[in-house]
């Protein structure tokens, strides 16, 4: 059976049509922010053509993480506020919500949580580039959301495997599609041209020592994996919480002292993020 399913699904999954193109918004403000001459105002031109990412940008430069005295009404106003670093966070955010949105809800609310940690875990181990580690820890997960957009019937075979067999989900993907979703992830990250430091994070996320050029990165969404599984996970859920590598902590010098750190400051601000994007 499993070489019938294979070979049913696996040249739907290769199909490289079936991966989304980079949203247009995302890259249109990817080109601007690349230009030396870039004004602000053009950035804040191309985000109004979304709707909903300006309402997303305005919810946050007004909730109380940000807690400015004063009401801020026009997005050039936010854009200069938040900055060019994280307004291209909160442009890919949308990208990643339109996508499982559609398929998988619970998908959105796990990389928010995971991006979420791993910028916490980029701040407490003073890695440069921040906005590198949110962004990788929202495309963790993207391979997961396109094989439920493209292969439902896969995917519901997925998950029931995972639930009969008690086996995580890339030995589930491998055992239906002959495919797991970090392949995916790294074919979405060829297709939107995502730099190397991003490519390798969303790809080898379950196997951090695995990474070539940036473990770090690796090692940070693979905590950050393991710690929002943590946040989201009921008590009834918690044997399917991924076990962490030991090699990652190593990699990146963290205690568990650092990790329960983490979790809580981003258990404490999980409830305003999920209302600026209406979750």
């Not at 909730?63 to 994280?86: E, K, M, Q, V």
């Not at 695995?210 to 943590?230: C, F, M």
């Amino acid at each position: 059976m499993n070489s019938i399913l294979q070979t049913r699904y696996k040249a739907r999954a290769l199909n490289a049509g079936d991966i989304p193109p980079m949203p247009s918004v995302l890259a249109e403000v990817d080109r601007l922010l690349a230009s030396r001459n870039v004004r602000i105002e053009q950035v804040a031109k191309a985000i109004s053509k979304d709707q909903a990412l300006s309402a997303i940008i305005l919810r946050l430069v007004n909730s109380p993480i940000y807690g400015f005295s004063y009401r801020i009404a026009s997005l050039l106003d936010a854009t200069i506020l938040l900055g060019t670093n994280l307004i291209r966070c909160l442009v890919v955010s949308k990208a990643v919500l339109d996508i499982m949105n559609r398929e998988a809800v619970s998908l959105w609310e796990h990389s928010l949580a995971c991006s979420l940690c791993c910028s916490e875990l980029a701040l407490i181990t003073e890695q440069k580039n921040s906005e590198v580690f949110f962004i990788a820890g929202l495309l963790h997960d993207i391979g997961k959301a396109i094989i439920a957009m493209q292969l439902p019937e896969a995917f519901r075979e997925i998950n029931a495997l995972m639930e009969q067999e008690h086996v995580p989900s890339l030995a589930a993907e491998t055992k239906i599609l002959g495919i797991g979703h970090t392949d995916i992830n790294l074919w979405v990250a060829e297709q939107w041209r995502l730099p190397q430091r991003l490519a390798e994070g969303i790809l080898f996320h379950h196997t951090p020592a695995s990474a070539q050029t940036h473990p770090k990165v690796a090692a940070v969404v693979h905590i950050g994996d393991h710690l929002a599984h943590r946040i989201m996970c009921s008590d009834a859920d918690e044997g399917r919480i991924p076990e962490l590598d030991p090699s990652s902590m190593e990699i990146l010098g963290l205690s568990p002292r650092d990790l329960e750190r983490a979790l809580n400051r981003v258990s404490a601000s999980m409830p305003d993020l999920f209302a600026i994007y209406r979750i």
